[in-house]
């Protein structure tokens, strides 16, 4: 089945001109995460425990998201399942639809640029395995208001096994009884993608999927920049609102510090009109990108 031409919400309009421009990029250069995700990415490393909670502010207030597990025995979802989960709300998007199904294991693999062999199948399998057992709360605090949705991150799915593996050829994983694999994205995460979509270049984000700090920050840095491109403004993030905002613990703000601009370096390596910067006590400045240039590929080119 084709995705559907990639079109935006009709309710997003702080954003409809950068939208528009999006359309006439190849879709296949994109990702499509939800601004929730942004502000409050997935545990980086595995947890001990059955919850992990990450907070950020922003102009209107705060975001609070906390994944829970509903099976003790299996982990929080953590690290490079982001790229899986961004995976999933790209087909979601595309298709306009909740519920995603593929044929092949491969359309992943090869989506990230990854071998089709089975350390990388078993990875993909346990990522399905962790964000299939685990529920998201999604907090909003504003002007005294506080919005709650709980949910599950998939409400149903239909995962491909190990033991699948041995049907798998070298570009095709065969299909169990003719039936598709696929899930179907909870509520409260399919409202959030769909009221607040944020389209990441797939080319620069496949660099940071075995780092997911330097995913959760270059996530984070596209995302304002696109902000500023549309408001004209620049926005300045404190060195202390950014720690939270990326759930670092680490002691060490000046090692912190030289790995997020080390990020920024790759970032202007496939974006080179990124306008992004640390100032003096480590407070972030982000401007609207020179040019206004976006990171994606224009259809038909190379």
């Given at each position: 089945?084709?995705p559907?031409?990639?079109?935006?919400?009709?309710?997003?309009?702080?954003?409809?001109d950068?939208?528009?421009e999006l359309e006439k990029a190849?879709e296949?250069d994109?990702?499509?995460t939800?601004?929730?995700?942004?502000?409050?990415g997935?545990?980086y490393?595995?947890?001990?425990?059955?919850?992990?909670?990450?907070?950020?502010?922003?102009?209107?207030?705060?975001?609070r998201?906390?994944?829970?597990a509903?099976?003790?025995?299996?982990p929080?979802?953590y690290?490079?399942?982001?790229?899986v989960?961004a995976?999933?709300?790209?087909?979601?998007?595309?298709?306009?639809?909740?519920r995603?199904?593929?044929?092949s294991?491969?359309?992943?693999?090869?989506?990230?640029?990854?071998d089709?062999?089975?350390?990388?199948y078993?990875?993909?399998?346990?990522s399905?395995?962790?964000?299939s057992?685990?529920?998201?709360?999604?907090?909003?605090?504003?002007d005294?208001?506080?919005?709650?949705?709980?949910?599950?991150?998939?409400?149903?799915?239909d995962?491909?096994?190990l033991?699948?593996?041995?049907?798998?050829?070298?570009?095709?994983?065969?299909?169990?009884s003719?039936?598709?694999?696929?899930?179907?994205?909870?509520?409260t995460?399919w409202?959030?993608?769909?009221?607040h979509p944020?389209?990441?270049?797939?080319?620069?984000?496949?660099?940071f999927q075995?780092?997911?700090?330097?995913?959760?920050?270059?996530?984070f840095?596209?995302w304002?920049?696109?902000?500023?491109r549309e408001t004209?403004?620049?926005a300045?993030?404190p060195?202390?609102?950014?720690?939270?905002?990326l759930g670092?613990?680490?002691?060490?703000?000046?090692?912190?510090?030289k790995?997020?601009?080390?990020v920024l370096?790759?970032?202007r390596?496939?974006?080179p009109?990124?306008?992004?910067?640390?100032?003096?006590?480590g407070?972030?400045?982000?401007?609207?990108?020179?040019h206004?240039?976006?990171?994606?590929?224009?259809?038909?080119?190379?």
């Amino acid at each position: 089945m084709q995705p559907k031409k990639l079109t935006p919400p009709n309710q997003l309009t702080r954003l409809a001109d950068f939208f528009s421009e999006l359309e006439k990029a190849d879709e296949q250069d994109l990702l499509i995460t939800a601004q929730a995700l942004i502000l409050c990415g997935l545990p980086y490393r595995r947890t001990a425990g059955h919850h992990y909670i990450r907070e950020a502010k922003t102009a209107h207030g705060t975001v609070r998201l906390t994944v829970g597990a509903m099976d003790p025995k299996t982990p929080l979802p953590y690290g490079k399942d982001r790229a899986v989960l961004a995976w999933v709300t790209t087909k979601a998007m595309q298709t306009g639809t909740p519920r995603v199904e593929w044929e092949s294991a491969a359309e992943y693999l090869e989506t990230f640029g990854l071998d089709k062999g089975g350390f990388q199948y078993r990875a993909l399998q346990k990522s399905g395995e962790r964000l299939s057992k685990a529920t998201m709360l999604l907090e909003v605090v504003r002007d005294g208001e506080q919005n709650i949705r709980p949910c599950l991150i998939f409400e149903q799915a239909d995962l491909p096994t190990l033991r699948d593996k041995h049907d798998e050829t070298e570009r095709h994983l065969a299909l169990l009884s003719g039936m598709r694999y696929g899930v179907e994205l909870g509520r409260t995460l399919w409202e959030n993608l769909k009221a607040h979509p944020v389209p990441l270049p797939l080319r620069l984000m496949r660099e940071f999927q075995n780092e997911p700090k330097a995913w959760d920050f270059a996530a984070f840095t596209s995302w304002r920049s696109y902000v500023c491109r549309e408001t004209g403004k620049a926005a300045r993030i404190p060195w202390q609102e950014l720690l939270q905002q990326l759930g670092s613990v680490d002691k060490d703000h000046k090692q912190i510090r030289k790995s997020l601009k080390s990020v920024l370096c790759r970032l202007r390596a496939h974006w080179p009109e990124l306008r992004a910067d640390f100032l003096v006590g480590g407070t972030l400045e982000i401007r609207p990108p020179l040019h206004g240039v976006l990171p994606v590929q224009k259809k038909g080119s190379e």
